[in-house]
T-cell receptor, first 115, second 111 residues
Framework: DTGVSQDPRHKITKRGQNVTFRCDPISEHNRLYWYRQTLGQGPEFLTYFQNEAQLEKSRLLSDRFSAERPKGSFSTLEIQRTEQGDSAMYLC?????????????FGPGTRLLVL | GEDVEQSLFLSVREGDSSVINCTYTDSSSTYLYWYKQEPGAGLQLLTYIFSNMDMKQDQRLTVLLNKKDKHLSLRIADTQTGDSAIYFCAEIYNAGNMLTFGGGTRLMVKP
């Protein structure tokens, strides 16, 4: 199966530590998205890439968050100086630009708990 | 700004039909989606509908779109216990590429 994969699936960290998550999109997909989902809520958009270019960032993405997609394939999302409010599920999705309709396929998510 | 609303909870008996409703505010929505999320898992795409359609059927799933009222529904026929999950509607609109999700409807199917 060549769906979207994310690593790690779970991460527990102490407040103030840095964490990095990885997402591997479906291989032929040129767009990659990061979303954050807090308990009992729907996912909220954070940022997206087309190939290696980061084209849009949400206001939710504070200065402590940085995302990269250096070769237009996998992406990393780093959170510096984590806070308890960063505890959430971080979801990655990918899509292929194929005309007007573009379906985003999601990975299993990385669940972050900040103590 | 855009906003997507869903009711929180729906309980049905196995074999009945389930209808999950969603309202949205952005009239420039182009595509509307339904995703399913099981506990601790990512989102699974169920179906989508283009905004110039009013109905789409895919096996046990029927999507109805009332663009005038900005109302979207997902009907699941012959609901099974395996359909128990959280269902999210989401929209994508002309101005952007990100999905805007509702808060999700938790479907519980009783045997």
């Amino acid at each position: 199966d060549t769906g979207v994969s994310q690593d790690p699936r779970h991460k527990i960290t102490k407040r103030g530590q840095n964490v990095t998550f990885r997402c591997d999109p479906i291989s032929e997909h040129n767009r990659l998205y990061w979303y954050r989902q807090t308990l009992g809520q729907g996912p909220e958009f954070l940022t997206y890439f087309q190939n290696e270019a980061q084209l849009e960032k949400s206001r939710l993405l504070s200065d402590r968050f940085s995302a990269e997609r250096p070769k237009g394939s996998f992406s990393t999302l780093e959170i510096q100086r984590t806070e308890q409010g960063d505890s959430a599920m971080y979801l990655c999705a990918s899509s292929a630009t194929q005309g007007p309709q573009e379906t985003q396929y999601f990975g299993p998510g990385t669940r972050l708990l900040v103590l | 700004g855009e906003d997507v609303e869903q009711s929180l909870f729906l309980s049905v008996r196995e074999g009945d039909s389930s209808v999950i409703n969603c309202t949205y505010t952005d009239s420039s929505s182009t595509y509307l989606y339904w995703y399913k999320q099981e506990p601790g898992a990512g989102l699974q795409l169920l179906t989508y509908i283009f905004s110039n359609m009013d109905m789409k059927q895919d096996q046990r799933l029927t999507v109805l779109l009332n663009k005038k009222d900005k109302h979207l529904s997902l009907r699941i026929a012959d609901t099974q216990t395996g359909d128990s999950a959280i269902y999210f509607c989401a929209e994508i609109y002309n101005a952007g590429n990100m999905l805007t999700f509702g808060g999700g409807t938790r479907l519980m199917v009783k045997p």
